[in-house]
């Protein structure tokens, strides 16, 4: 069964059901992000918060790991914490757990977004509606997505 452009009303089932997958998709993905607590890779509380919170003048330079001191690890993570915590001091509403919050919201946002525009480029190299819908059913709704794009960490933003 392929869906064919001159069957009317095939085109707008198919734009209707990509849209309510993917809103539902959205929804999970930030009620994910905010119910996730914690970390989910090491290096998302030691290289990125601490490096920043040091920054900032509250983490001590005893507390960091090694690889601040030999200069190993990027820097862009704890620039962007810097910055976003700076303009939430610069509102009088900066609070840590508000910051992770908005990183997280972010991550999953584009998280989100880069399995969107994915699974729309791989639609329309795909004939079978079976497929298509498939497709889109295992981008929307496969928990280990969510949860993954939901940490603000390299390795979930490099997947972004």
Known sequence: MKLEPGII?????????FFYCFAASL?????????SVGFQYQDEQSQIMDFAGYKMGMV??????WEYKEQIRQGIQPFIVVCLYRALQFQHIANPFLCTFILRIFSTILGWLSVLLLTKEFCRRIELIYWKRFLVLLACFMWP?????????????AGS
């Open 145 to 157: 997505i969510a949860f993954v794009q939901s940490h603000f960490s390299c390795e979930s933003l």
């Open 27 to 35: 929804a999970i993905h930030l009620i994910t992000a905010y119910f």
């Open 9 to 17: 009303g095939s085109d707008e089932k198919w734009k209707s059901f």
């Open 60 to 65: 001590p330079l005893d507390r960091l790991s």
